[in-house]
């Protein structure tokens, strides 16, 4: 659980709402949805990567966030990307009139969803990042100072749990307990691996042939591909 860079009053309430389900253990769903109670937000959800690569949503709390989740994965763009790459907090308090053009692709799409405001904090114990918390709002205005800071308590617990979880999984292995409530996009891994040997290239540019196909036809990458694993699409070199 948090340590030094958090603590107090704050990180108590939230801890003891976290425990408030009563059988002594976290999930990540049990998350998400404590994270959208205490944030007083529409919903909110967890991605998780590595290195640059999204590696999968941990959890979500409707289908909104779902579909902000699986956007920014098919993308490769919006606030979690941004504040995971960029390690510090993305903030967007009017997606419709942003001050800053970004996430052509990604914005529109969220606005038809219904997204009028998200929030990225990045999830980070010491030198680990390991992804963002998104949250998002149904109407357009800035998180209040106090949502602001429970929302950075919020990302360590969630940083911290994941950190810890995974430390008892078996070498190589994504433990138990993150699986259960997340979506990690297996499909879309063996796909770009078929498509890296279709390609005779690496996996880095299978992904990004992926997206392209993808974005290209207006399609999520799971879709794709669900395709490519059936052989309903099928990559050429030279094409």
Not at 38 to 61: E, F, K, N, Y
Not at 147 to 161: E, S
Not at 200 to 212: D, H, N, W
Request: aromatic share 6%; net charge negative; with cysteine.
């Amino acid at each position: 659980m948090p340590g030094g860079r958090v603590g107090g009053d704050r990180l108590e309430r939230i801890l003891a709402a976290l425990g408030r389900n009563g059988d002594g253990g976290l999930s990540s769903a049990r998350l998400c949805e404590v994270s959208t109670d205490i944030l007083a937000v529409s919903g909110s959800g967890v991605m998780l990567m590595s290195g640059d690569v999204a590696r999968g949503s941990l959890c979500t709390t409707n289908a909104v966030s779902a579909l902000i989740e699986d956007l920014q994965y098919t993308l490769g763009e919006g606030p979690c990307v941004d504040a995971y790459q960029q390690d510090q907090v993305v903030v967007e308090p009017d997606l419709a009139r942003a001050r800053t053009r970004r996430w052509l692709a990604f914005t529109p799409a969220a606005l038809e969803a219904g997204v009028r405001a998200v929030f990225g904090f990045p999830l980070r114990v010491g030198a680990a990042r390991l992804g963002a918390l998104n949250v998002y709002q149904d109407r357009p205005g800035a998180l209040s100072d106090d949502q602001h800071a429970d929302a950075l308590v919020v990302a360590d617990v969630v940083a911290r749990w994941v950190l810890d979880v995974q430390a008892d999984a078996p070498s190589g292995a994504l433990a138990v307990e993150l699986e259960a409530g997340g979506d990690f996009y297996f499909a879309v891994h063996n796909a770009a691996g078929a498509v890296s040997i279709q390609l005779g290239c690496s996996i880095t540019e299978a992904m990004i042939r992926l997206r392209a196909y993808a974005f290209s036809n207006d399609r999520l990458l799971r879709d794709v591909a669900e395709d490519v694993m059936s052989r309903k699409v099928r990559f050429i070199e030279g094409e």
